[in-house]
Nanobody, 118 residues
């Protein structure tokens, strides 16, 4: 019900925008979260949005979460990308309050790979 897309290979310093298209139901009232997982590491919180938007410290000022409720789609705009941003990125949604804990999210996209070359 969530489809993430937009990943790819980008040079350090470049931008990339990920999309998360929802289907089957409207997610406009849900918290939308973005997470990422690098090889050998745990899944980590990137940011979440519903009204208030919260970001993980390392992406603040570089990443922006937005939503187009008419399209039932969320976005993660990533600027000034760094090699350490390389990971598989996931979008997720939950009906409760905002959370940084990935286990609290009910719906998940399949993940889209972002690779940043130095």
């Amino acid at each position: 019900q969530l489809q993430a897309s937009g990943g790819g290979l980008v040079q350090a310093g470049g931008p990339l925008r990920l999309s998360c298209a929802a289907s089957g139901q409207t997610f406009s009232s849900y918290v939308m979260g973005w997470f990422r997982q690098a090889p050998g590491k745990e899944r980590e919180f990137v940011g979440r949005s519903r009204g208030v938007t919260v970001y993980e410290e390392s992406v603040k000022g570089r990443f922006t979460i937005s939503r187009d409720r008419a399209k039932n789609t969320g976005y993660l705009q990533m600027n000034s990308l760094k090699p350490e941003d390389t990971a598989l990125y996931y979008c997720a949604a939950r009906s409760g309050s905002g959370s940084r804990d990935y286990s609290q999210y009910d719906y998940w996209g399949q993940g889209t790979q972002v690779t940043v070359s130095s």
